[in-house]
């Protein structure tokens, strides 16, 4: 892999160097041209200061100087390539008239091809170019231009390792946003092709990068250290040791329907994965979990029916209902799926009006689907932990009965591949009973239900 890399960037700068000399060597044509119209672009003009004895040494011969037909040189739009004290001379002798001059024409549309021709032509006769030219020309081609060493040495006439260290503090820098982007898309558990494609990198090197012992180091100790959850216990992070989890209000900021409070997905992290570990989350909702994982260095494959307008490039579309993700042979390494679905009837209408949405479900259909969604998840995950977050339905239930979905799943779980691990209590707070509820509790004496359980179980290997 690494040879065809190498051999697909040499055949680039071939191409490349080919089309520099064809231009350079086979200029299009002569003309004589007004002064007016010949534009000094910041972008192409090369030399950064001017040598005022030399544009009047050139000012005392011009008449030599074109005898010799040494003309300025200026692309089909009048872009001046070459020849800037050669013009200054012209303007200084025609004092402010517009006077016509012999000059070279190049075809050259890009910026890239006016530098690269630029860049050639000046370092290859007339006044040398000074070192800080040449290194403000290196750093240009390659952060602007995309040239590679090679390619910028060749054009400045000078050694490769002078262009690599004129460039060495971009290329770190440039390696450290590709470093980030891959890390960014290998934690939401994209493919090396699929990072390829999307860093316009060949898969070899995405490959290469991943395997590094560095890769999963160089965001730094602090980022280490959450990974491992060095913060518990210090401050407002604070380890679980019972399974009664009370949280006075919701810390996640946003107001998409049924979200999830961090601190139950960090606490699920610490208890039940280890860093790098695959977090699998297919009702995102509002993307709780992808913050979650960022933050503690967890993989994670999030997707939802209906993905949030916000977060479409990191919520994936797939209804959980209908298809399983298609994490391949990743599987292997998802030690954690959460399940917090739509609560039957008590999510009506919120998500969608679709029959197909497990809230507008009947009661033994959104049983069917939620079962068979653990057990199908069951089958493909090799070891970990499945936790479903479930509340049961009461107030929208028909006659205000109480179903308790949790139970119900408890008991269609498949009890060869599933141990329950544990029951933990998330209750809601009591905000979220209206007066009409509670009037209505006191009227019939009876209990509403404020009760929601995390219900953990253990994949079994055996």
Same mark, same amino acid.
């Given at each position: 892999?690494?040879?065809?890399?190498?051999?697909?960037?040499?055949?680039?700068?071939?191409?490349?160097?080919?089309?520099?000399?064809?231009?350079?060597?086979?200029?299009?044509?002569?003309?004589?041209?007004?002064?007016?119209?010949?534009?000094?672009?910041?972008?192409?003009?090369?030399?950064?200061?001017?040598?005022?004895?030399?544009?009047?040494?050139?000012?005392?011969?011009?008449?030599?100087?074109?005898?010799?037909?040494?003309?300025?040189?200026? =692309?089909?739009?009048?872009?001046?390539?070459?020849?800037?004290?050669?013009?200054?001379?012209?303007?200084?002798?025609?004092?402010?008239?517009?006077?016509?001059?012999?000059?070279?024409?190049?075809?050259?549309?890009?910026?890239?091809?006016?530098?690269?021709?630029?860049?050639?032509?000046? &370092?290859?006769?007339?006044?040398?170019?000074? *070192?800080?030219?040449?290194?403000?020309?290196?750093?240009?081609?390659?952060?602007?231009?995309?040239?590679?060493?090679?390619?910028?040495?060749?054009?400045?006439? @000078?050694?490769?390792?002078?262009?690599?260290?004129?460039? &060495?503090?971009?290329?770190?820098?440039? %390696?450290?946003?590709?470093?980030?982007?891959?890390?960014?898309? +290998?934690?939401?558990?994209?493919?090396?092709?699929?990072?390829?494609?999307?860093?316009? %990198?060949?898969?070899?090197?995405?490959?290469?990068?991943?395997?590094?012992?560095?890769?999963?180091?160089?965001?730094?100790?602090?980022?280490?250290?959450?990974?491992?959850?060095?913060?518990?216990?210090?401050?407002?992070?604070?380890?679980?040791?019972?399974?009664?989890?009370?949280?006075?209000?919701?810390?996640?900021?946003?107001?998409?329907?049924?979200?999830?409070?961090?601190?139950?997905?960090?606490?699920?992290?610490?208890?039940?994965?280890?860093?790098?570990?695959?977090?699998?989350?297919?009702?995102?909702?509002?993307?709780?979990?992808?913050?979650?994982?960022?933050?503690?260095?967890?993989?994670? +494959?999030?997707?939802?029916?209906?993905?949030?307008?916000?977060?479409?490039?990191?919520?994936?579309?797939?209804?959980?209902?209908?298809?399983?993700?298609?994490?391949?042979?990743?599987?292997?390494?998802?030690?954690?799926?959460?399940?917090?679905?739509?609560?039957?009837?008590?999510?009506?209408?919120?998500?969608?009006?679709?029959?197909?949405?497990?809230?507008? #479900?009947?009661?033994?259909?959104?049983?069917?689907?939620?079962?068979?969604?653990? =057990?199908?998840?069951?089958?493909?995950?090799?070891?970990?932990?499945?936790?479903?977050?479930?509340?049961?339905?009461?107030?929208? &239930?028909?006659?205000?009965?109480?179903?308790?979905?949790?139970?119900? #799943?408890?008991?269609?779980?498949?009890?060869?591949?599933?141990?329950?691990?544990?029951?933990?209590?998330?209750?809601?707070?009591?905000?979220?009973?209206?007066?009409?509820? @509670?009037?209505?509790?006191?009227?019939?004496?009876?209990?509403?239900?404020?009760?929601?359980?995390?219900?953990?179980? *253990?994949?079994?290997?055996?």
């Amino acid at each position: 892999m690494e040879k065809e890399i190498e051999m697909e960037m040499e055949k680039e700068v071939i191409c490349i160097d080919e089309r520099i000399e064809r231009h350079v060597e086979h200029f299009t044509q002569t003309e004589r041209i007004q002064m007016s119209s010949i534009v000094l672009d910041d972008r192409v003009c090369i030399r950064k200061s001017v040598d005022h004895a030399l544009v009047q040494q050139y000012a005392d011969c011009l008449d030599e100087i074109e005898a010799l037909g040494n003309y300025i040189v200026v =692309n089909q739009h009048g872009y001046l390539l070459d020849g800037k004290h050669r013009y200054l001379a012209y303007k200084k002798n025609y004092d402010g008239k517009d006077a016509s001059i012999p000059v070279y024409i190049y075809k050259a549309e890009t910026d890239s091809e006016r530098l690269s021709i630029a860049v050639k032509l000046n &370092s290859t006769h007339g006044k040398q170019l000074s *070192e800080e030219d040449k290194k403000r020309c290196a750093i240009s081609l390659y952060s602007e231009h995309q040239y590679t060493l090679e390619q910028i040495a060749k054009l400045l006439s @000078v050694r490769k390792d002078k262009v690599s260290d004129w460039t &060495s503090k971009i290329r770190k820098a440039e %390696k450290i946003r590709l470093w980030e982007t891959i890390f960014d898309l +290998w934690l939401a558990c994209f493919t090396s092709d699929q990072i390829a494609k999307l860093t316009n %990198k060949h898969e070899g090197t995405i490959k290469g990068i991943i395997a590094k012992e560095e890769f999963r180091t160089f965001l730094g100790t602090k980022k280490t250290k959450f990974s491992l959850f060095g913060d518990i216990d210090d401050g407002e992070t604070v380890r679980p040791l019972y399974n009664d989890w009370r949280f006075t209000r919701n810390e996640n900021g946003s107001t998409h329907f049924g979200n999830t409070d961090p601190r139950i997905l960090e606490w699920l992290l610490y208890l039940y994965t280890k860093p790098f570990d695959i977090v699998l989350d297919p009702f995102a909702g509002g993307g709780t979990m992808i913050d979650v994982c960022r933050e503690r260095l967890r993989r994670y +494959w999030v997707s939802d029916r209906k993905p949030i307008p916000e977060r479409p490039n990191e919520i994936r579309l797939l209804d959980i209902v209908q298809e399983t993700p298609p994490l391949n042979n990743r599987w292997s390494d998802v030690r954690l799926t959460f399940l917090d679905p739509p609560y039957w009837k008590q999510a009506e209408g919120k998500y969608s009006d679709s029959p197909d949405d497990m809230g507008n #479900m009947d009661l033994e259909n959104f049983h069917d689907d939620l079962a068979s969604i653990i =057990n199908k998840i069951a089958q493909h995950q090799s070891a970990g932990f499945i936790a479903l977050l479930i509340q049961p339905t009461q107030w929208h &239930s028909q006659e205000r009965r109480f179903i308790d979905h949790g139970f119900e #799943m408890m008991l269609r779980a498949d009890k060869k591949r599933l141990r329950l691990e544990n029951r933990i209590s998330c209750p809601l707070g009591t905000q979220q009973c209206t007066p009409p509820m @509670v009037n209505w509790a006191k009227a019939n004496r009876k209990l509403l239900v404020l009760n929601r359980e995390l219900i953990v179980w *253990e994949i079994q290997t055996t």
